[in-house]
């Protein structure tokens, strides 16, 4: 499938924490049939989202940065890799039943995220991020050697008690693996 979002569509590795370790590092690739379907669905937002907030890339557009041009523009966020936490176990369905306890949920604080704006030079615009979130990337990893792939990602509101918590993590997730604090 050739679209203008190509690169994003091939199955590429996201280097970040490992799974049951925060300081070893594996594989993970986006879900190429999910990127396409929502190509397919012009969602430009979640596009963005894949790229910057799960992958760490710049929207692969035109002339990205050009709304950000009145700032400093050096942007190393890095997307799931800068993961400060890491649960096991979803409580709700997900994907493929039964199989929910095998998700491990990404949790970011990201600073920016970018949208979609109508605009002749660039349609990508960096933005805040929404207050009181956090973004969680849903990824499972077929076997133990470390290679994963990203099944779905969301925004999250944060807990008000422990601000870089997902809101309720005791009724979402089974366990929490790890988390960076």
Same mark, same amino acid.
């Given at each position: 499938?050739?679209?203008?979002? +190509?690169?994003?569509?091939?199955?590429?590795?996201?280097?970040?924490?490992?799974?049951?370790? #925060?300081?070893?590092?594996?594989?993970?690739?986006?879900?190429?049939?999910?990127?396409?379907?929502?190509?397919?669905? $012009?969602? =430009?937002?979640?596009?963005?989202?894949?790229?910057?907030? &799960?992958?760490?890339?710049?929207?692969?557009?035109?002339?990205?940065?050009?709304?950000?041009?009145?700032?400093?523009? =050096?942007?190393? %966020? +890095?997307?799931?890799?800068?993961?400060? #936490?890491?649960?096991? $176990?979803? =409580?709700?369905?997900?994907?493929?039943?039964?199989?929910?306890?095998? &998700?491990?949920?990404?949790?970011?604080?990201?600073?920016?995220?970018?949208?979609?704006?109508?605009?002749? &030079?660039?349609?990508? =615009?960096?933005?805040?991020?929404?207050? +009181?979130?956090?973004?969680?990337?849903?990824?499972?990893?077929?076997?133990?050697?470390?290679?994963?792939?990203?099944?779905? %990602?969301? %925004?999250?509101?944060?807990?008000?008690?422990?601000?870089?918590?997902?809101?309720?993590?005791?009724?979402?997730?089974?366990?929490?693996?790890?988390?960076?604090?």
């Amino acid at each position: 499938m050739q679209t203008r979002y +190509g690169a994003i569509c091939e199955a590429f590795p996201i280097k970040s924490p490992f799974y049951d370790e #925060a300081y070893r590092e594996v594989a993970i690739s986006q879900n190429s049939e999910r990127m396409r379907q929502l190509i397919g669905l $012009g969602r =430009k937002n979640s596009i963005f989202e894949a790229y910057y907030n &799960v992958c760490g890339l710049l929207p692969e557009v035109n002339n990205v940065g050009h709304h950000e041009k009145s700032t400093p523009f =050096k942007d190393e %966020w +890095g997307g799931i890799r800068r993961a400060h #936490a890491i649960y096991k $176990g979803i =409580k709700r369905p997900c994907n493929r039943p039964k199989e929910d306890e095998d &998700v491990y949920v990404y949790v970011t604080k990201p600073r920016f995220r970018y949208k979609y704006e109508p605009d002749m &030079v660039c349609v990508a =615009k960096r933005v805040e991020a929404p207050k +009181g979130y956090l973004f969680v990337a849903f990824v499972r990893f077929e076997n133990k050697l470390q290679v994963g792939e990203v099944l779905n %990602w969301e %925004w999250v509101e944060a807990d008000q008690q422990y601000p870089l918590k997902p809101i309720g993590y005791q009724e979402r997730y089974q366990e929490e693996v790890w988390n960076n604090e």
